[in-house]
């Protein structure tokens, strides 16, 4: 399967044509290229998966393919950091939901980025992007992940401060940059004490199941827990960072100053998964050797889930909306794993962490296109410049509808298959935590029906015809086509057999719906719909009423509980005044001054021995004199 | 005292010779680094090549007076302060047709 390199190397090349070769192409030609190459690797990766599920099952159980592999950098004999390509059903998985979103993005983006200024450049950040991501999925080892881990980083930060000149861009896509580095610092650590007392990178060795990799660390504690709960730990972090798990979450909502497009492919369907993936990746390692992490992983998990969702149900900015339940929904990605085991049935929540990973991404890439549409027809992000939408966009009417049922978890649309699974493990974990769980769906349910009635019914928008605005329009035919795909996928991706793909122990399990849990989350979800219907499908008081009643409440969240606040209090306030000025005082009046003090000595010295350069002969002849008589002298004496 | 007895009966002693290519050599010397005429520190110059020719002469003649080598350097300088006359002659020309002076203080442009 050595073609799986394309996969990498296309996109690559299309970045280094489209990036760095010429750039004066026109903007139909550039996203034409971007597109093509997007398309090729997307088939590639379709017959991958195909190949791979239908050939590499060994007695049941998938087998790990590795079609190429190379030694980069040799520290040790043991310690050395490959570049190749692991071929496992995760990474197969991703593969296939990366190539899709970011095939649609790509096609969506032909029109909606229509007459941008730097549309080239923007096709070669999402060439970028794409390359780094598949590159971050396929990691043989973990220093190549963290790699491309870097560079998925890089390149959102690219993308969300698409808008240079705008200076909230420049803030937001700093912002996003400087969290999620600051995380990755931990996942860095995490590496080097991980590989430290394993003496390798490699995922096939630590993920092995084979413990006696783990033996030089039984017995090494650090404050009272074993130095590979920490490692564990500190790659969490990592992965927490990426994918905006509470308290490392702020730089996510602010993501969405972006194009939206770029938030359906970066902040919704892939980047945003990376630590979701992290996680699954050394499974194996949490599951057995360090469950205590894996459980705080869960309790995370959950706490994220149930902290965004609340907060989406005030937010106004309809893509911040979709923002906050990408958290939400992260976090039951994460719950599920955390309370997962190893094994057929008890990997129930992996499997399902998987699958929602694997819905999720289809039904909230298409909200956000949907939502991308509805900002393009309207300019504006904020639900109250919305409403009766529904009448002049039918196809973004419709296809959004399917995402929002999706998400609340109504059948047959996917995201009920995958949320009953996550919800069915979590009973199974602890009954507080499936109740939890469930709670959080209502409110999802309930925040994206919000959503959906005030951009699509609700209170009619003033259409006004003067000044050049026109009253809203369906969307062209290439922002509408990708919409209609992922619509179709997100009504058929539950019936997918999953557990005969992608399992903890990579061997089958049949996915069988339990209908008490089944029953009871339609039931609520479907509860959650129906106050939201009352609430906001037409014009009514009482989201006035509630906001007054529980005007605390309301506030706080509205500000996301001011901890965008606690971190400028934090940063500003303690570490900038008490740490970094004195730092930069240091910087300034000892190590630089050291340094200009040479430079002030050279310069005096210089200024004073000038003289001598006079260009008056009989003074060289002087001073020649001079010194042949003092060497005389000195010969003489000695 | 010695000296004087000594050219008195006849002998000229080395010191003698060696005295005047001295009080030559340091007057050239002086003349060099005061005069302000190129013409000047031309002509010092002259007398200090002419005191090591006297030098080389009078060692030649002193110390191995079967040899010969002495008296040809001397032939060699007086060749090479002849060319180098004509040479510095030659150069203080241009100089004056350039500044209109042959001042040395005025050169100084070398510096740069």
Same mark, same amino acid.
């Given at each position: ?8 190397? #296309?996109?690559?090349?299309? +970045?280094?044509? =489209? ?56 520290? !040790? ?47 070669? +950040? ?61 996942? =860095?650590?995490?590496? =080097? ?12 060795? =630590? ?40 308290? #490392? ?66 937010? !106004? ?118 109740? !939890? ?50 619509? !179709? ?96 005082? +240091? ?52 | ?112």
């Amino acid at each position: 399967m050595q073609y799986t390199l394309l996969i990498l190397v #296309l996109p690559l090349l299309s +970045f280094i044509v =489209l990036g760095l070769v010429d750039s004066k192409w026109k903007p139909k030609v550039a996203g034409t290229i971007g597109t093509i190459v997007l398309g090729i690797i997307t088939a590639l990766s379709y017959f991958t998966a195909w190949e791979y599920f239908s050939m590499h099952q060994v007695a049941g159980v998938y087998e790990k393919v590795i079609p190429f592999n190379t030694v980069w950098i040799q520290f !040790t004999e043991f310690l050395h950091i490959d570049l190749g390509i692991l071929l496992d059903p995760i990474s197969v998985m991703m593969l296939v939901v990366i190539t899709t979103v970011s095939f649609m993005v790509n096609i969506y983006s032909l029109s909606y980025m229509d007459g941008e200024k730097g549309f080239q450049r923007y096709y070669a +950040f999402l060439s970028l992007f794409t390359f780094s991501m598949l590159g971050l999925v396929i990691a043989t080892n973990i220093f190549q992940m963290y790699i491309f881990w870097e560079l998925v980083g890089v390149s959102s930060y690219l993308l969300i401060g698409f808008y240079y000149t705008k200076a909230s861009a420049v803030a937001a896509a700093k912002k996003a940059f400087i969290v999620t580095r600051f995380a990755d610092l931990f996942f =860095l650590i995490g590496i =080097l004490v991980l590989s430290f007392y394993t003496k390798t990178f490699d995922f096939g060795i =630590l993920t092995s199941g084979n413990a006696s990799v783990f033996a030089a660390t039984t017995g090494v504690t650090f404050m009272g827990f074993s130095v590979l709960s920490w490692a564990m730990a500190l790659i969490f972090i990592g992965g927490a960072g990426k994918s905006a798990m509470f308290p #490392l979450h702020i730089w996510l909502p602010d993501a969405m100053e972006g194009p939206t497009p770029v938030s359906a492919l970066i902040h919704a369907a892939t980047m945003v998964v990376a630590g979701v993936f992290l996680v699954a990746r050394f499974f194996p390692v949490y599951e057995v050797q360090t469950p205590e992490v894996l459980h705080a992983i869960a309790y995370v998990g959950a706490f994220t889930s149930l902290f965004a969702a609340v907060i989406a149900c005030v937010q !106004t900015d309809i893509k911040r909306v979709l923002a906050f339940s990408t958290i939400s929904q992260i976090g039951f990605m994460m719950v599920a794993l955390g309370v997962s085991g190893y094994g057929s049935h008890e990997g129930l929540g992996y499997m399902a962490s998987m699958f929602h990973l694997f819905t999720h991404a289809m039904f909230k890439a298409l909200l956000f296109l949907g939502a991308g549409s509805v900002i393009h027809a309207v300019h504006s992000n904020e639900m109250k410049d919305m409403g009766g939408l529904r009448k002049y966009m039918p196809i973004t009417n419709w296809t959004f509808l399917i995402a929002c049922l999706a998400i609340a978890g109504i059948p047959p649309f996917s995201g009920f298959f995958s949320k009953d699974e996550i919800l069915s493990s979590c009973y199974e974990f602890s009954p507080y935590m499936g109740a !939890t769980m469930t709670f959080i769906a209502a409110l999802t349910a309930f925040y994206m029906f919000r959503l959906y009635f005030n951009i699509f019914w609700g209170k009619e928008m003033k259409v006004e015809h003067d000044h050049g605005h026109h009253a809203p329009h369906e969307s062209p035919l290439a922002m509408a086509l990708p919409l209609v795909f992922l619509a !179709t996928v997100t009504c058929v991706a539950g019936f997918i057999p999953f557990g005969h793909f992608v399992t903890s122990d990579r061997a089958n399990y049949d996915i069988h719906l339990d209908p008490m849990v089944a029953t009871m989350s339609v039931v609520i979800a479907a509860v959650a719909i129906l106050v939201a219907t009352i609430m906001y499908r037409k014009e009514s008081k009482i989201p006035g009423t509630l906001a007054t009643t529980f005007a605390g409440l309301h506030k706080a969240a509205s500000h996301r509980f001011y901890i965008d606040e606690v971190y400028l209090f934090i940063t500003k306030k303690i570490i900038f005044n008490n740490v970094s000025r004195p730092l930069a005082w +240091f910087d300034r009046h000892v190590i630089d001054a050291t340094m200009d003090g040479f430079a002030n000595t050279t310069q005096w010295v210089s200024l004073k021995i000038k003289g001598f350069q006079s260009g008056q002969v009989q003074q060289y002849a002087y001073v020649f004199l001079l010194g042949t008589l003092l060497i005389t002298l000195l010969v003489l004496i000695f | 005292m010695d000296i004087l007895n000594n050219i008195f009966a006849g002998q000229i002693p080395i010191e003698a010779y060696l005295g005047v290519s001295l009080i030559m050599f340091f007057a050239g010397v002086y003349g060099f680094l005061s005069r302000k005429s190129m013409l000047m520190i031309l002509i010092s110059i002259e007398l200090m090549l002419n005191a090591a020719d006297i030098n080389f002469v009078v060692f030649n003649r002193y110390l191995y007076p079967g040899h010969l080598e002495g008296f040809y350097f001397a032939l060699f300088t007086i060749a090479i302060a002849a060319c180098e006359t004509a040479v510095a002659i030659a150069i203080i020309i241009n100089i004056y047709r350039n500044l209109s002076s042959v001042e040395v203080g005025n050169l100084d442009q070398m510096k740069e």
